[in-house]
């Protein structure tokens, strides 16, 4: 059995990022595996980097050249659009790859068509909701400008909704969901809902992200917040609930951006971008909890770091993590995010400091979302599938 990933990149980005650790954990496992990808850090030999041999959509030219779309929609957070050629899927079905798995396949990388003519056994991990949707990445209440009101007629994500649906449903595509509250969401969309699909968690290396010696814990309770442009993306609500975490008797750290664009009070201090992982391991193990109030949220890579190295997860309802806290053992699920309920979770996280609470998360998460654990789950998949195409083989040529 050999497969091929396929993502935007190896390192930048949480899809990304959950996409290359999926490619290692089966690597890990003695499994003949590869990842292409467009943006290529590193020299890891299993790691291809695709080049583009259209003279007019180039690399560095093609996600720029749709932007030009973004006018046409009403979202205006990401869009993506994958209308351009690639060729991509003449190189897979040229290659003696088995499975194919795509992950994060935006900024132009293969156009909806091309997957539609994969000849491969074809696996599709969902980091988001892009590929049951239009344009957009999650489904958000849409913002009305002069724009938007001049072009009401004319919404290109709608066509890009119906590109999927003509490429999409008559597609043989698996689809790996790693939580089930995508998974819900995607048994509702008519391009997939009929399709088979399971749902397989994120995995961590748990070899690197775990509990170190961490620095004299303070009175005061110590919550970190991470997230890609935290003051400015609704979606990972710390904007929601900005207010309340003013009032809150507790320290506030905030990774994710090194400018802040708004005023922060005393309680809070801006970390900025942090990009060296033990920097990052470090700052865990010296935090009480990491704080996830995302309007919506399918499992971020952030949350499994934070468990391997011990720490207590405090999420809202709206995403796979609910799925994965026990309440009062690794952190807590808030319906509400509110002074009384926050109030009330830093006083639990004050009785729950000790070393021996946070091994038993860290064994929680090896148990749930080591290497091993998820590679086996998906290698379980993918023999499924090959052995499903044996025989439909077999019948067909008796």
């Not at 091309?114 to 344009?135: A, C, Q, V, Y």
Request: charged share 30%; hydrophobic share 40%.
């Amino acid at each position: 059995m050999k497969i091929l990933h396929l993502s935007f990149s190896n390192y930048y980005g949480g899809a990304n990022v959950a996409a290359y650790r999926i490619f290692k954990s089966q690597l890990l496992a003695g499994t003949k595996v590869d990842f292409l990808v467009i943006k290529k850090r590193g020299k890891e030999k299993n790691i291809i980097k695709y080049k583009y041999n259209n003279l007019i959509f180039r690399e560095n030219f093609r996600n720029y050249f749709v932007r030009f779309f973004d006018i046409f929609t009403k979202n205006k957070e990401l869009n993506s659009y994958n209308i351009l050629p690639s060729n991509i899927h003449e190189y897979i079905n040229n290659s003696s790859y088995d499975i194919i798995n795509l992950h994060w396949i935006n900024n132009e990388m293969i156009s909806l068509k091309e997957i539609s003519k994969i000849k491969k056994i074809l696996f599709w991990t969902f980091h988001d909701m892009w590929p049951i949707l239009g344009s957009e990445h999650y489904k958000i209440e849409k913002k009305k400008n002069l724009l938007s009101v001049f072009f009401k007629y004319i919404n290109f994500s709608e066509f890009i909704e119906f590109n999927k649906q003509k490429y999409f449903s008559k597609t043989d595509i698996k689809v790996i969901s790693p939580s089930l509250w995508l998974k819900k969401k995607v048994l509702k969309n008519k391009n997939f809902k009929k399709k088979e699909i399971k749902v397989i968690r994120n995995p961590i290396d748990t070899s690197f992200w775990k509990i170190t010696r961490s620095i004299k814990i303070k009175n005061k309770i110590k919550l970190l917040f991470v997230a890609v442009n935290p003051y400015k993306d609704p979606r990972k609500g710390l904007l929601s609930i900005f207010e309340v975490l003013k009032k809150l008797d507790a320290e506030i750290h905030i990774i994710g951006a090194d400018g802040v664009s708004i005023d922060l009070p005393k309680n809070f201090i801006n970390l900025g971008y942090v990009s060296n992982k033990n920097k990052l391991r470090k700052i865990y193990n010296s935090s009480d909890a990491l704080i996830i109030p995302s309007k919506q949220d399918n499992l971020p890579n952030v949350a499994l770091e934070a468990m391997a190295c011990g720490l207590p997860i405090i999420s809202s309802s709206n995403s796979g993590l609910s799925e994965i806290i026990k309440d009062k053992f690794n952190g807590k699920v808030l319906k509400k995010f509110d002074l009384e309920n926050l109030q009330k979770t830093c006083n639990w996280l004050k009785k729950n400091r000790e070393i021996k609470k946070k091994k038993f998360i860290r064994n929680f998460c090896i148990n749930k979302f080591s290497y091993a654990t998820i590679s086996k789950n998906y290698l379980k998949f993918y023999k499924e599938a090959l052995i499903e195409k044996k025989n439909k083989h077999n019948y067909t040529n008796f």
